[in-house]
């Protein structure tokens, strides 16, 4: 860079710097710790307008004024106080607080206020979001009928999510619940979803590890990632899932499909509860504000379909909750159960027992239900949830006797298989075709002749025998999502055959 | 509660209570006040409540307190015209204090209520940082 282009450089910033005499409001803080300032003067500030803290050595903080009071205004600082002391100016700035959004976002980790914090340079981008946004309203929307495949079969086929949807997944801690949220974040690759995992009051290493797993799998290149740490304040802690959404409305706006991760909104309500109780609102049930539920309620209705006039964009909300001892009916779960289109329910209990996902499928429901399905699953997967219901009912009564009739222990058989079946591995998303013929294969009945310790082994052979003699099936699948009656017969037809080449129960126990 | 707000309270309670008083009332409610701020222990916050009285007394009788900043002691001729110029926005009386700052570099900061008028160097400056950091 030469002297003369600094020069030049610098001379065209100053042609455009005028000073302005202009009136401002000001006022001083009157108390200040723990993220939040009292401030007095500001008489005509707005509600959730935007402050700038000016700290003893000139720099700026900005912070958001939540409480407006006879003589003062509560406020929540954004970033590092520890420079502010009392006295110090605060100015008004007349703007709602936004975040960066655009093309330029995603691949990155940014904070709750869109700043990178991934040491890859700073985003460049003009276009900016409120955080906080009414949500669109009926006349915007449409309802939801397209499938977000999540890859997990057993969601995909029983509990079918689809885009625009807000799904719960609920559960103790360690039972999988950001396991699957990746994973479903993972099968988006070449499906034109754009993903952003909002991580509220995580510990930093685990961020670390989910960013490096995504980077692997190349997740990273549709997927922006909000940190607010655990080391972070409450009020970016607070803040971190309004931003996220907004980054996501930005896509949707654009007629593009979004799906938004909140990981975890357990820990959003206790920072929020703490951002309340120091600005002294009054504490209700369990020491939640009387504005929780609409803190999350919020929040979770801006996921939308849009209607096609406003470009058919999408945005699906994954929100997490974490329960203590499998405690649903504590308030912040009764909340989101009650404001989400279904949950998603892992149990402790089914985690150690091996089935992962450990998910509870008697519990776990999806309210839009098989709108949200290819057809080709639709039609395969009808009879499965009706399997495991029937099994697990029967389940409970067979460890009293053995003499059961034959009927009830075919009953028992299938649904020991379609539980084998439905379990997967971790960061093994599947695609939908693989889905729908290994489940056309249990639900018909063609492996009940299969040892289910083989089970896992077939499934395998499976995929790449389907792979490498029927993969027009598969791409007929994939294509009109659609299961042809022509594919249909070849599909049955190459599990017989393989069915035939493995050892059958009967022979085992001759044996 | 922190002493600021406290300061605002009993200032207000106590211009309140003596609004309206002739000679003697005044004496007790004066007497009443004080035997509740030793009674309190508030007697070291008696400097701030009369500032903010005074300014209570300025603003209940239509008048605004304003303090200009500067580097230089202003001409009585800068500061007339700074006084019709609040004149003019607030529609009020304006009582002018004015007040040296070596810290504003240069030029004049008006502050009225809770309104700032910026024209000081530092401010100036501190835009253009602003700016060129955008």
């Given at each position: 860079?030469s002297?003369?282009?600094?020069v030049?450089?610098l001379?065209k910033?100053?042609s455009?710097?005028?000073s302005?005499?202009q009136?401002e409001s000001?006022?001083?803080?009157?108390?200040?710790?723990?993220g939040?300032?009292?401030?007095s003067?500001?008489s005509?500030?707005?509600?959730?307008e935007?402050?700038?803290?000016?700290t003893?050595?000139?720099?700026m903080?900005?912070g958001?004024a939540?409480?407006?009071?006879e003589?003062?205004?509560?406020?929540?600082?954004?970033?590092?106080?520890?420079?502010?002391?009392?006295?110090?100016?605060?100015?008004?700035?007349k703007?709602?607080l936004?975040?960066?959004?655009?093309e330029a976002?995603?691949g990155?980790?940014v904070?709750a206020l869109?700043?990178?914090?991934?040491?890859?340079?700073?985003?460049?981008?003009?276009d900016?979001?409120?955080?906080?946004?009414?949500?669109?309203g009926?006349i915007?929307?449409?309802?939801?009928?397209?499938?977000?495949?999540?890859?997990?079969?057993?969601?995909d086929?029983?509990?079918?999510?689809?885009k625009?949807q807000r799904?719960l997944?609920?559960?103790?801690?360690?039972?999988g619940?950001?396991?699957?949220?990746i994973?479903?974040?993972?099968?988006?690759?070449g499906?034109d979803?754009?993903?952003?995992y909002?991580a509220?009051?995580?510990?930093?290493?685990?961020i670390?590890?989910?960013?490096?797993k995504?980077?692997?799998?190349?997740a990273?290149?549709?997927?922006?990632?909000v940190?607010?740490?655990a080391?972070?304040?409450?009020?970016?802690?607070y803040?971190?899932?309004?931003a996220?959404?907004a980054?996501?409305?930005?896509?949707m706006d654009?007629?593009?499909h979004?799906?938004?991760?909140?990981?975890?909104?357990?820990k959003h309500?206790?920072?929020?509860r703490?951002i309340?109780l120091?600005?002294k609102?009054p504490?209700?049930?369990e020491?939640?504000?009387?504005?929780?539920?609409?803190?999350?309620?919020?929040?979770?209705e801006?996921?939308a379909?849009?209607?096609?006039?406003?470009?058919?964009g999408?945005l699906?909300?994954l929100?997490?909750?974490e329960?203590q001892?499998?405690?649903?009916?504590?308030y912040?779960?009764?909340?989101?159960?009650?404001?989400t289109d279904?949950?998603?329910?892992?149990?402790t209990d089914?985690f150690?027992k091996?089935i992962r996902?450990?998910?509870?499928?008697g519990?776990?429901v999806?309210r839009v239900?098989?709108?949200a399905?290819?057809k080709?699953?639709?039609?395969?997967?009808?009879?499965l949830?009706?399997?495991?219901?029937q099994f697990?009912?029967?389940?409970?009564?067979?460890?009293?006797?053995?003499?059961?009739?034959?009927g009830?222990k075919?009953?028992?058989?299938?649904?020991?298989r379609?539980?084998?079946?439905?379990?997967?591995?971790?960061f093994?998303?599947?695609a939908?075709s693989?889905?729908?013929?290994?489940?056309?294969?249990v639900?018909?009945?063609?492996l009940d002749k299969?040892p289910?310790?083989?089970l896992?082994?077939?499934?395998?052979?499976l995929?790449?025998?389907?792979?490498?003699?029927?993969?027009?099936?598969?791409?007929?699948?994939?294509?009109t999502?659609?299961l042809?009656?022509?594919?249909e017969?070849?599909?049955?037809k190459?599990?017989i055959?393989?069915?035939?080449?493995?050892p059958k129960?009967?022979?085992?126990?001759k044996? | 509660?922190?002493?600021k707000?406290k300061v605002?309270i009993?200032?207000?309670s106590?211009?309140?209570?003596s609004?309206n008083k002739?000679h003697?009332?005044?004496?007790?409610?004066?007497?009443n006040f004080?035997?509740?701020?030793?009674?309190?222990?508030l007697?070291k916050?008696?400097p701030e409540?009369l500032?903010?009285l005074e300014?209570?007394?300025?603003?209940?009788q239509?008048?605004?307190?304003?303090?200009v900043?500067?580097?230089?002691?202003?001409?009585?001729?800068?500061?007339?015209?700074?006084e019709t110029?609040l004149h003019s926005?607030s529609?009020?009386?304006?009582?002018i204090k004015?007040?040296?700052?070596?810290?504003?570099l240069?030029?004049?900061?008006?502050?009225?209520?809770?309104?700032?008028i910026?024209l000081s160097l530092?401010?100036q400056l501190?835009?253009?940082?602003?700016?060129?950091n955008?």
């Open positions: 860079m002297y003369e282009y600094l030049k450089s001379q910033q100053l455009s710097f005028e302005k005499g009136e000001v006022g001083e803080i009157i108390e200040i710790g723990d939040i300032a009292k401030i003067g500001l005509d500030v707005m509600s959730s935007m402050l700038e803290f000016e003893g050595h000139g720099q903080v900005y958001l939540l409480n407006l009071e003589y003062s205004v509560g406020a929540i600082i954004l970033g590092e106080y520890g420079d502010l002391k009392e006295g110090d100016r605060v100015r008004r700035t703007r709602i936004s975040v960066p959004v655009g976002i995603i990155r980790v904070n869109g700043e990178p914090v991934d040491g890859k340079g700073p985003i460049k981008t003009n900016f979001y409120p955080v906080e946004k009414i949500a669109s009926v915007d929307r449409q309802s939801v009928r397209q499938p977000l495949q999540t890859g997990i079969k057993v969601i086929s029983i509990i079918p999510i689809g625009g799904e997944i609920i559960g103790d801690r360690q039972t619940k950001t396991a699957l949220a994973d479903t974040i993972i099968n988006q690759k499906k979803v754009k993903c952003i909002v509220i009051g995580q510990k930093e290493s685990k670390a590890r989910i960013v490096a995504l980077e692997e799998t190349g990273m290149e549709y997927t922006t990632v940190l607010a740490g080391s972070g304040s409450a009020p970016l802690a803040l971190a899932p309004y996220g959404v980054m996501g409305e930005y896509f654009k007629g593009q979004v799906l938004v991760v909140y990981d975890d909104l357990s309500a206790v920072a929020y703490q309340s120091l600005l609102r504490p209700g049930r020491a939640y504000p009387g504005d929780v539920f609409y803190l999350h309620s919020r929040l979770l801006r996921a379909k849009l209607s096609d006039k406003l470009g058919g999408s699906t909300a929100p997490i909750i329960t001892a499998g405690d649903i009916s504590a912040i779960p009764t909340n989101v159960i009650s404001i279904g949950q998603i329910f892992l149990e089914l150690y091996g996902p450990a998910l509870n499928a519990l776990s999806s239900g098989s709108a399905q290819i080709a699953m639709k039609k395969v997967a009808g009879k949830k009706l399997d495991l219901a697990r009912e029967l389940e409970a009564f067979a460890q009293f006797g053995s003499d059961l009739d034959e009830t075919q009953q028992l058989e299938r649904g020991v379609v539980t084998e079946i439905l379990k997967q591995g971790q093994r998303p599947l939908q693989l889905q729908v013929a290994i489940i056309y294969a639900s018909n009945g063609y299969v289910v310790a083989n896992a082994a077939f499934e395998s052979s995929f790449t025998k389907l792979e490498a003699e029927a993969a027009e099936i598969l791409a007929n699948i994939e294509k999502g659609e042809s009656a022509d594919d017969t070849k599909l049955k190459m599990i055959e393989l069915v035939d080449l493995e129960v009967e022979e085992e126990k044996k | 509660m922190k002493d707000n605002k009993l200032a207000r106590i211009y309140l209570a609004q002739t003697r009332d005044l004496e007790t409610v004066a007497a004080s035997g509740y701020l030793k009674k309190h222990h007697e916050l008696i409540i500032t903010e300014n209570i007394y300025l603003a209940e239509g008048i605004v307190a304003a303090q900043s500067s580097t230089q002691k202003l001409s009585d001729t800068t500061l007339k015209h700074i110029l926005r529609g009020k009386k304006v009582q004015s007040v040296l700052d070596q810290e504003l240069g030029g004049v900061s008006i502050r009225y209520n809770d309104k700032i910026d530092k401010n501190h835009n253009l940082t602003k700016q060129l955008n």
